[in-house]
């Protein structure tokens, strides 16, 4: 086959939804796409470096964090350690990567997720691999280390996910540094090693029912909060009454927002969480007074609010009156914030999996 295109299209998504923290997913209908060209008849060696040209437009479009270079762009480091895996140095002959990615970057809306999960299967598709989907998420998790984020965008839909007990050895492979992980950055020396493969099955995924009437309002903030970040403030221990509080809640999530039509005071309940949103209020000013005051009694078509994955983005759920919705919660954090902040409002639906479209 002298040439190849297809397209790579990876949906966004919602972590933990409340209480569901590194459990629970939501794939959002926003997606990341990978318009990529393969030429086969081009003369050995390519002239490109990795035999790979990127081009990129849409969120952090120039932005440091978005290279243009194989060797440290996120999505095709993750691709190079996929076929590195598989005995392919580079990518098999050229490959333009044209990425057009409207996920807002550090905003809670699983961008890194959605990246990873681009890469991986960028990787599969130009080395023709014949991995199955729970293989790739093998691989997902070798680079993103909770499966939330990756097990919705990489499954679709409203997704519970779950690490399976690892063997001692295994422990090891999956916290091995990324840096061990990926292809070493720009300026960096291929060293011709294998990359540690993922152990198999390390990740495991269970799809629920969504009630078809729940909507998600995204009311995005103009700051970023970095998910490393967002993590490193969290206690490393929890009493058991605030572990009780979210098991008897996270128990009740997936029932609460896949039963139709929806009670609006069980979903409110089931999406309230003490492990994680408490000790992020300090990252993103308001996110407190927004959980307290929203409820259904109080606002027509609201039935829950929490923080979407490590934020800053706040999604509420609601079977309509989405503007007034995202209006109050807009002004509570303006209001909250010492700084001057803007925020966009989108209603998102939930989104089918990862897929791949043959040109
Ligand atoms: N399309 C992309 N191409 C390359 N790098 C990306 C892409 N999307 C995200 N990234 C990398 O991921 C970082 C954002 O990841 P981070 O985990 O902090 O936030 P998030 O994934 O957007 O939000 P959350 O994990 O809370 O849902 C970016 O700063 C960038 O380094
Ligand atoms: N469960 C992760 C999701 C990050 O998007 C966290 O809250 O840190």
């Known amino acids: 086959m002298a040439s190849e295109s297809f397209v790579i299209k990876v949906p966004s998504s919602s972590a933990n939804i409340g209480p569901g923290f590194d459990v629970i997913g939501l794939a959002l209908s926003v997606y990341l796409e990978l318009h990529v060209t393969i030429d086969r008849s081009k003369p050995e060696p390519s002239k490109l470096p990795l035999n790979c040209r990127i081009t990129y437009e849409g969120q952090g479009e120039g932005s440091p964090d978005i290279s243009l270079d194989p060797s440290s762009n996120l999505i095709t480091r993750v691709a190079l350690y ?29 961008s890194s997720g959605s990246a990873v999960v681009a890469g991986v299967m960028l990787g599969h598709e130009v080395g023709h691999l014949q991995l199955d989907l729970d293989r790739l998420f093998d691989f997902c998790l070798m680079i993103e280390r909770h499966p939330d984020n990756v097990g919705a965008s990489l499954y679709g839909g409203f997704v519970g996910t779950y690490l ?22 720009a300026g960096g020396v291929d060293t011709g090693e294998t990359p540690p493969e993922p152990p198999y099955g390390i990740g495991h995924h269970i799809k ?6 729940i909507k998600a309002v995204a009311i995005i903030p103009d700051f970023q909060v970095p998910t ?30 896949g039963t139709s039509p929806p009670d609006p005071e069980l979903i409110h309940l089931a999406m309230q969480d003490k492990v994680h949103q408490p000790y992020r209020q300090t990252l993103i000013p308001g996110l ?7 409820s259904p009694s109080s606002q027509p078509g609201f039935l ?13 759920l609601a079977t309509g009156h989405f503007d007034e919705i995202a209006e109050r919660i807009i002004k509570i954090l303006k209001a909250a914030n010492p700084k ?20």
């Open 82 to 110: 996929v076929l590195r895996c598989h005995g392919q140095r580079t990518f098999p002959a050229e490959t333009h990567v044209h990425i057009v990615n409207p996920i807002p970057l550090g905003r809670g809306l699983g």
């Open 164 to 185: 399976r007990p690892l063997k001692p050895e295994d422990v090891q492979r999956i916290e091995i540094p990324l840096s061990e992980v990926l292809p070493a950055p």
């Open 208 to 213: 629920f029912p969504w009630a078809t009437e």
């Open 228 to 257: 490393h970040l967002a993590r490193s403030v969290l206690p490393p221990h929890y009493s058991r009454p605030d572990v009780t509080f979210n098991m008897q809640r996270i128990a009740l999530l997936p029932v609460a927002l």
């Open 288 to 294: 407190g007074e927004v959980v307290q005051s929203m």
């Open 304 to 316: 829950g609010v929490c923080l979407s994955g490590a934020g800053p983005t706040i999604l509420a």
């Open 340 to 359: 001057e902040i803007d925020c966009q409002w989108r209603v998102l639906e939930p989104a089918d999996g990862a897929q791949v479209i043959r040109r």
